[in-house]
């Protein structure tokens, strides 16, 4: 086999257009040096010209599960496929959701040898991925309970956000064991495809930087657009990952407008020339630490605005002989 890597992502007809911002930023400022691949699913072929015409592999497996899961379309199973052996014809495989941004380059993801992801926003630990103890029913608790002798489900989870394979590890066993975990498990399922791979990959990956699926910020929007922080977040990330409810195609979004001229610029694949900054390791160590101070500082005035408030509420009259000294 070659060392060939791919760029993948998945859809289904009502996320394409969003697919062609997310190949057109990873050419442009990702200066991404793979094949680019795009895993559908309930598309009418016509749809697919687009892709083609750009050299851009369509894969078609079959749906996993012909119903949503919880309110969740079946396209997100289809992720299931990245470890799936057809993936095999690249070595590596970088998966992408598509409510993100590039604006750096993102080859040294193809580094990585074994499967790797970003930790859950927040922390937030295996048990948060299933549904919660009080909208569970008898025999919702009884599959918790299966789940909770097999997993430590108080470790942190990874998002799926973004997801680098080595496609190794790529056999029917694997594959068919992550189908079986959804067959079992789909009536507790709280965040789907992402419950499932934290229990194919339980204890099995290793965490990508944060620049590789920075979420922190999914939540501003232009009326904070002069905040220095996301000022600095979008000139240093590499991955900006809009896991809320705002998204970059919202015109709410502060980045909406930089979303809607890649969306344009899309018309030009393959012919794009690669612009993104190749950072080195050094200064990819110096503006974590630099962020994580500004990230600290933040956090440190707003618990001091959190104190202040509840000490008003207990005691105005202590609340208002301190102010005078801060």
């Not at 929007?221 to 979008?234: G, P, R, S």
Request: net charge positive.
């Amino acid at each position: 086999m070659s060392d060939k890597s791919a760029l993948v992502l998945v859809s289904d007809a009502g996320y394409l257009d969003y697919t062609k911002q997310v190949f057109y930023s990873a050419v442009r400022y990702g200066n991404w040096k793979g094949d680019l691949v795009l895993i559908v699913c309930d598309v009418d072929s016509a749809e697919l010209e687009w892709f083609h015409k750009r050299n851009i592999t369509v894969l078609s497996p079959d749906a996993l599960i012909d119903r949503k899961v919880n309110g969740w379309p079946r396209i997100v199973f289809q992720k299931l496929y990245l470890i799936h052996p057809m993936m095999k014809k690249w070595d590596k495989v970088v998966y992408l959701d598509t409510d993100v941004m590039i604006f750096r380059d993102i080859n040294k993801l193809t580094n990585y040898n074994s499967f790797a992801a970003h930790k859950e926003n927040a922390d937030l630990n295996i048990r948060g991925q299933f549904i919660l103890d009080k909208n569970l029913d008898e025999d919702g608790r009884e599959l918790m309970k299966e789940l909770s002798e097999s997993y430590n489900l108080n470790r942190i989870a990874l998002n799926v956000g973004v997801m680098v394979f080595n496609t190794d590890q790529n056999t029917d066993e694997l594959f068919n064991e992550a189908c079986r975990l959804l067959n079992r498990y789909e009536s507790v399922l709280r965040y789907p495809e992402q419950a499932i791979f934290n229990l194919i990959f339980y204890k099995k990956w290793k965490n990508l930087p944060y620049y590789f699926n920075d979420y922190t910020f999914f939540f501003y929007k232009k009326d904070v657009e002069k905040n220095k922080f996301l000022q600095l977040i979008k000139r240093k990330s590499k991955i900006l990952h809009f896991i809320g409810e705002v998204k970059p195609w919202h015109e709410t979004c502060y980045f909406h407008e930089e979303w809607k001229e890649n969306l344009a610029e899309a018309e030009n694949l393959p012919l794009v020339d690669k612009i993104g900054e190749v950072p080195s390791s050094l200064t990819d160590l110096r503006r974590t630490w630099y962020r994580n101070m500004i990230k600290f500082t933040i956090f440190f005035a707003h618990l001091s605005w959190l104190t202040g408030r509840l000490l008003h509420r207990i005691s105005p009259a202590a609340y208002h002989f301190l102010k005078r000294f801060i």
